[in-house]
């Protein structure tokens, strides 16, 4: 640790830089920066992250040298602004902010106005003229102290406010005049004194440093914890706390208070964007309280301010090379920036944003990928309602378009309502005047958001965005009656439980369950993706020479055709299981495993036969020359017989045979521990039939469309191999299969026969599979049930519990465990390219759409990861992640 926790900005100059936000946090960080920059802030310091640590470590207490640093800079302060604290003559004031160095919006505490006291509200008077201001600036300073420092209930000052608006006979506050407001002062005196027990203090200092230990200890509280939980933020030293002087949005009707973009944050359009408030603070903005003018409106009421503002707007964006989120304060016509930071923008807007700032050569290419997340691109993703629903509906009510994407579920009107109702298997929309920090559990489950009041920068706007939730804000029309649990819009009531539909792109509002479509990727998505393309075909790795490959996991035509369009470069698993599944095929399927004798077994087969062809050429026209990954049946036969007496009797009569010999049959399918039993490879040793016939379909598959011009690629792929003379025997079965196929057949089909290594057994001997195998792909989700010994079906009992106790980082079955299950990965591309150099090794593990099993597996030397037709887009991103991350 270095001996100086506090850090000046003013004057031009600052002690700190944009690079220190880990010390200083984001805000301060760029405080100072903005300050070196020549931009005009409002002086103050920064007490650094490092004190937030040292206070919990000190049992909420601080070393005495951060005490004379504080000292000593508010010194430096007092003399820049040539005020001083609680001074009866021209008073200096503060705000006391926090900022981590990850931004967490709206859940730390914040005081304003700080340093007010009865004779500093008389010296503002006789300094300014104006009593009104003073006054009210005091008693939100009680308000916000009072609740912030001291845990006086918000609500205790809005009843003592709203009796004297009553007695007076107003409704805005704005209406309350000086003697007005001094009598709110003396009113929240006497809340203060009765919940606190005892006076308001009046020493600035004693103010200041309980405004200090608040910001410190609401590192800690109760949001600032789950926003972290749920944001997966970890180890940071705490927050920072930015004491800075005040400006007023509120001194006066050429004085405001605004948030702005520097491009829009919801659909990345480049046009200057944002909102502000005349006559107000910052928090009324954000609070969604009143509900603010867009900034078109500033340009032509004062368009000195707006030219002054858009040209700082310019600079930033050019020195972050970034959207930035700035929030900016007028005083009586003079422009000061509060803030800047990268600006939380949904997945759209992140896509849009990277790419034009690729073509406007601000970025290069590379950085573009990288500051695509995954949940980014997820947003692209998610549902819509398609245009030509859209033109049959009729919207109950209209919003602004606060976060796109649309959302169905039945209304909640609290937070913890959402939780509740979640919790039991429901979808739900939450449905709230304004949402405000404690929020955010009810936000993060529910399926969208729908608020009455606030606008584009509300904090259901900016959280929802961050969060990739649908989000209709400020719809007026909608009338909460919070109590009845109701709401009304186009004169009809809804109630909690009701469906509602949301689409957040235009803000519009229906009644009932609408269906919604998936979207397909677009015009700068597709650029963008281009670009990871390029980046993973270009990566050259030991036995891989060609590049880092993307492939899905589709088990029908249809599924292999939408990953295609998502950019799908073959298949790496298609479970043939799913395709018995079928009625067509169960019936047959059922007669098979019920046969007595080989022959009967044998009959069975035949429509099966001519079935799966037809599943299996659908499948190669689709993919058209690219590799298609062919797995031979898994699961275990019990999987496909009733068990119930009245379903096996039943089934009995379908099949036209004794009901007591089908019944015994199936009983004697049943396992203890089927995960474990006789299923894969087992099967095709058991029933060699079964593999022959599935062999059979996809070679005749292959022939018929080589024969119809269609270049195809067939790979066999060999279930849970865990010995070599498992795949010694159905290798040399599905040879001769093969052989009788191709045999005359006036058509040339280059195939594979290749294994999959799931069980830890296979890459332990991967070495000695390899001479049987053509490829090998990791079946992650056994691999990690057999290493882990946690039975996949069962891990939702105690899995969970792990995660919160920390005994497990994360769900191994999401994320590869790369020090444990990644050691046999990596065992087995090793051992088997020592025997053959350039063995096809890949992934078809759910893992293989995860973005840091990705980054594993690239690490690994697989040639491709292969994941679900949606996560297509995602892992092509993270694939080219991985290889710039390993440059
Ligand atoms: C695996 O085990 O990782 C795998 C892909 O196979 P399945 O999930 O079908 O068992
Ligand atoms: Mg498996």
């Known amino acids: 640790m270095n001996d100086r926790y506090v850090y000046y900005f003013g004057g031009g100059k600052a002690e700190g830089r944009a690079e220190m936000r880990e010390l200083l946090g984001g805000k301060g960080a760029n405080l100072a920066e903005m300050t070196n920059l020549g931009i005009p802030v409002p002086p103050g310091f920064t007490i650094s992250t490092e004190v937030c640590s040292l206070y919990y470590k000190n049992n909420r207490a601080y070393p005495e040298e951060v005490k004379r640093q504080v000292a ?177 949005g509120n001194w006066s009707d050429t004085s405001g208070t605004g948030v702005c973009f520097s491009r829009d944050p919801s659909t990345g359009e480049n046009y200057f ?85 690729v073509k406007e050569g601000m970025i290069g290419r590379e950085d573009a990928i990288s500051r695509i997340t995954a949940e980014q691109l997820d947003q692209l993703l998610h549902p819509m309602i398609s245009p030509g629903m859209k033109k049959n509906l009729k919207p109950i009510a209209k919003g602004l378009e606060a976060s796109p994407g649309a959302a169905v579920g039945r209304v909640v009107f609290s937070a913890d309502e959402a939780e509740l109702w979640v919790a039991r298997g429901e979808r739900v929309v939450l449905v709230r005047r304004e949402t405000s920090p404690e929020d955010i559990g009810g936000m993060n489950v529910a399926e969208g958001i729908l608020t009455s009041t606030g606008g584009m920068t509300s904090h259901a ?196 045979t004794d009901a007591a010999k089908l019944l015994k049959r199936v009983r004697g399918l049943q396992e203890l521990n089927p995960m474990l039993g006789h299923r894969g490879c087992r099967l095709g040793i058991t029933y060699p039939e079964v593999y022959d016939m599935q062999v059979e379909a996809i070679m005749s598959a292959a022939v018929a469309e080589a024969r119809a011009g269609i270049r195809v690629q067939p790979e066999i792929m060999i279930p849970l191999i865990g010995s070599t003379a498992e795949l010694e025997v159905l290798r040399a079965n599905a040879l001769k299969v093969i052989d009788r196929v191709l045999e005359g057949a006036d058509a040339k089909v280059d195939y594979l026969i290749g294994t999959m290594i799931e069980i830890p057994r296979a890459a332990l001997t991967a070495d000695l599979i390899a001479p049987h195998a053509d490829f090998y792909s990791f079946g992650t989700n056994d691999l990690t049930q057999m290493t882990f010994g946690f039975s996949r079906d069962d891990v939702g009992t105690f899995v969970p519990e792990y995660i919160e106790r920390k005994i497990l980082p994360f769900d191994p079955f999401q994320t590869l465990d790369s020090s444990g299950v990644g050691q046999l990965v990596e065992m087995g591309v090793r051992k088997g390219r020592g025997v053959k150099p350039a063995l096809k090794a890949g992934i078809c593990g759910e893992h293989g759409g995860d973005p840091s099993s990705i980054a594993f597996c690239y690490r690994a030397n697989l040639n491709y990861v292969s994941c679900s037709p949606y996560r297509v887009p995602i892992a092509r991103l993270a694939a080219a992640q991985a290889v710039l991350a390993a440059k």
């Not at 505490?109 to 006789?126: K, M």
Request: glycine share 8%; proline share 4%; charged share 30%.
């Open 273 to 357: 964007y944002g909102e502000y408030l005349m006559n107000a603070q910052g928090e009324d903005v954000v609070a969604g309280i009143r509900t603010p003018e867009p900034l078109s409106s500033l340009e032509s009421a004062n368009p000195g301010v707006y030219q002054q503002l858009a040209g700082v707007k310019e600079r930033l964006e050019k020195h972050y090379r970034d959207m930035q989120d700035m929030e900016f304060t007028i005083q009586e016509g003079r422009l000061f920036l509060l803030q800047t930071r990268n600006g939380k923008r949904t997945g759209k807007a992140a896509v849009k944003v990277a790419v034009d700032l």
């Open 461 to 656: 706007a900016v959280v929802a965005r961050g969060m990739g939730k649908p989000c209709v804000a400020g719809c007026k029309t909608v009338v909460i009656d919070e109590a009845a649990k109701t709401f009304s819009a186009d004169e009809k009531a809804y109630r909690e439980g009701d469906f509602i539909t949301l689409d957040g792109s235009d803000g519009e509002v229906y009644a009932g369950s609408v269906e919604l479509e998936k979207p397909s990727l677009g015009g700068e998505l597709n650029e963008l993706l281009s670009w990871a393309d390029e980046i993973r075909h270009s990566a050259r790795r030991a036995g891989v020479e060609d590049g880092f490959m993307v492939r899905t996991n589709a088990d029908l035509p249809q599924d292999a055709k939408l990953a295609v369009d998502f950019g799908a470069e073959g298949i790496g698993l298609t479970r043939t299981e799913h395709m018995f599944f079928e009625d067509a095929k169960l019936t047959p399927f059922r007669r098979m495993i019920i046969a007595d004798n080989l022959q009967e077994r044998v009959d069975a087969l035949k429509p099966i036969l001519k079935l799966q062809i037809e599943d299996f050429r659908g499948i190669f026209r689709v993919m058209d020359g690219k590799p298609v990954t062919i797995r031979l049946l898994d699961p275990p036969l019990h999987e496909f017989v009733p068990h119930a007496e009245a379903e096996v009797s039943e089934l009995a009569r379908e099949l036209g």
């Open 72 to 248: 000593r800079n508010l010194d430096r302060l007092e003399k820049e602004m040539e005020k001083k604290l609680g001074d009866r003559n021209d008073p200096l004031l503060v705000s006391v902010r926090s900022g981590a160095a990850v931004s967490m919006p709206g859940m730390m505490d914040t005081v304003l106005n700080l340093g007010l006291n009865f004779s500093a509200v008389e010296g503002i008077t006789e300094n300014t003229g104006n009593s009104r201001f003073a006054w009210d600036a005091y008693r939100r300073f009680i308000q916000m102290y009072g609740n912030v420092v001291m845990g006086v209930p918000h609500d205790d000052f809005e009843k003592a406010l709203n009796a004297i608006k009553r007695e007076r006979g107003v409704e805005a506050d704005t209406e309350l005049d000086a003697s007005d407001l001094r009598r709110v002062v003396d009113s929240y005196m006497a809340v203060y004194e009765g919940m606190v027990g005892k006076g308001f203090p009046q020493d600035p200092i004693e103010q200041l440093w309980g405004a200090i230990d608040a910001v410190f200890g609401s590192w800690n509280n109760e949001r600032a914890l789950k926003y972290r939980r749920i944001n997966r933020i970890g180890e940071l030293l705490g927050t920072a706390v930015n004491v800075q002087s005040m400006v007023y």
